[in-house]
């Protein structure tokens, strides 16, 4: 408990404004926060009498509210928690416990919060200073949130950065009135921009022209240019579709769950001996897990090695390791399986084949032969039922597993696609960089590294490489429209001329998404380009999306900010903020030595020379 008094001899009478002297003293507590121990405030203040009211009244201590039972700096702690740390107001409580030794309630806090906002005002407190400071350069974008809508002007081109220039919240969809009247508003305020840009949104050109004619209106480049690369992904995608399917690749699985006991107990019996082979691998599988497992490696290490997944790679360290392994399973236990599965599949066929066949000669019914070899019925009908010639062109023992180039027709065309291709292989390496490397296509040359280009090489160099060239060109000349490779922009003469060529090109014209990208750039153009006629004006509307970005920022550990007050509170709060970090001095920084570092003022002059 700290005990303070506050007592004056006179105070200005709070109706008369009359000295009111001294009559009594009072008292009063409330919580203050401190860095080491809770702290309670006995507060001992002076009442006073106005004789010509005839009024009693106390002195108002300065740190303090009337009616508060927390002290001005716990509020204003809270409040900065909020709206400059950005905290969740839920989470604030349990912030000033830890820091402070004090803990307000929620409801106190949203309270505290609620006031502060109405401190602020966007059209008198803040505007008239944006709107002094304008650089010329207005970006217009709106938000969505649900219903709501957030309608805004940035001026991206301020000295310290993006400036809020004025903002609407809309209910519902944003219209061309709605744009109007906002626009309108900032023209009243004082705003003449020489540039705006927007997005291709068909709100803006008819309002814009209409409140600033003069204005140049700016198409955001970044988002058209989006046209421009979907296109290009739009024609490697139909690249992609037109490339020959290759035939599924030979059976490489085992194929079905491994039984725990033998399918049949006939030595004899390929698919016993399948299942012998089967559990022979699987044993040297787990043993080479352990034994991997003990070199210390990892699971993901264990499975890409063994090429098994790595969740087997668990379940099989779970096990017991097998005590013997035969030791030609143990090793090159990854390359035995997939020969070998094949060929006893083969066999196992061949070897039900031929005892259906017995079985059949003795007389036995298809469900008895069915139930004695274990297939079903209708297979023993299947087989029994072909001709010997059908049979021997379907029987699956005949195919040669060592040269399938002759072995029929249908296994030659299969094994070769046709030209300009020469392997499956190839197909399918093409299809899958098409696939995974489709976004590089898209990426400007400069932000390439030379894995990358040389990615892109391989591709457009393949034998679909001569459709992928006309969009990559396509792509990189516009890049190239109206800044140089070094990033310069061009004179709005050669990017005309440039231009020109680029979306008259009849070779880009005969690609349909190419063609269509062309028309709308042609009816756009010169609204992409009025950047270049001024080298201070600006080619994007980034200044509107990183606002954009930073409300939903702000918004994000709000749960309950979605009142439109609330929303509202926010965002004037973040500007006047703004305002208040730009026009007063920071502090300085006592802890770090200034040794060796020059003061700013200097540090420009320097620049500038
Ligand atoms: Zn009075």
Sequence with gaps: ???????????????????????????????????????????????????????????????????????????????????????????????????????????????????????????????????????????????????????????????????????????????????????????????????????????????????????????????????????????????????????????????????????????????????????GTRQAGIAQVHVLARQGQSHRAIARQLGVHRKTVKVWLALEPPAAVPDDLAHDWHDRRIPDADTLRRQARQFKHDQVRALAQQGLSYSAIARQVGIHRVTVSTWLNHTSADDLAQSPAKPAPTAPDVASPALVSASHPPPPWQQWDEVRQVREDLQEHRYLLVRRPAHLTVDQQAQINTLLTSPVGSQIQVARRFLEEWYLLLYDADGQRRTLDEARKRFAAWSSDSEYAIVAPLRRVQERMTAQFERLSQFLRNPRWEATNNGAERAGRALRHRQAPHFNLRTEPAIEGAIVVMACQRKAAATTYGHRDIARCSRGRKPRQQMEICAAA
């Design 1 to 279: 408990m700290r005990e303070v008094a506050y007592l004056l001899p006179t105070v200005p009478c709070d109706r008369c404004q009359q000295p009111a002297a001294h009559f009594s003293t009072a008292e009063r507590v409330a919580i203050d926060l401190d860095l080491d121990h809770p702290i309670l405030l006995l507060i001992t203040v002076s009442v006073h009498f106005c004789t010509p009211c005839r009024h009693y009244f106390r002195a108002q201590p300065p740190f303090l509210q009337p009616d508060a039972s927390y002290t001005n700096r716990v509020v204003a702690s809270a409040v900065a928690a909020v709206y400059q740390d950005g905290m969740a107001m839920r989470r604030v409580p349990d912030r000033l416990a830890r820091d402070f030794w004090v803990r307000p309630s929620e409801a106190s806090i949203r309270q505290w919060c609620r006031v502060y906002r109405t401190r602020f005002d966007f059209a008198t407190d803040y505007q008239p200073w944006v709107v002094q400071a304008f650089s010329g350069v207005l970006c217009v974008d709106e938000v969505y949130q649900g219903q709501l809508a957030f309608l805004f002007a940035v001026d991206p081109a301020a000295a310290d950065g993006d400036r809020l220039v004025g903002y609407q919240l809309v209910q519902g969809d944003v219209d061309a009135a709605r744009v109007e009247q906002f626009l309108q508003q900032l023209r009243d305020a004082g705003i003449h921009p020489d540039e705006v840009i927007t997005d291709g949104s068909s709100l803006y050109p008819t309002v814009l022209s209409k409140i600033w004619p003069t204005a140049a209106h700016q198409l955001c480049l970044f988002h058209e240019t989006r046209h421009v690369t979907r296109a290009v992904l739009e024609v490697i995608q139909s690249v992609r579709r037109t490339l020959p399917t290759p035939p599924p690749k030979p059976g490489r699985r085992w194929g079905g769950r491994l039984r725990a006991s033998p399918p049949t107990d006939n030595p004899d019996d390929p698919d016993y001996q399948r299942w012998q082979l089967r559990q």
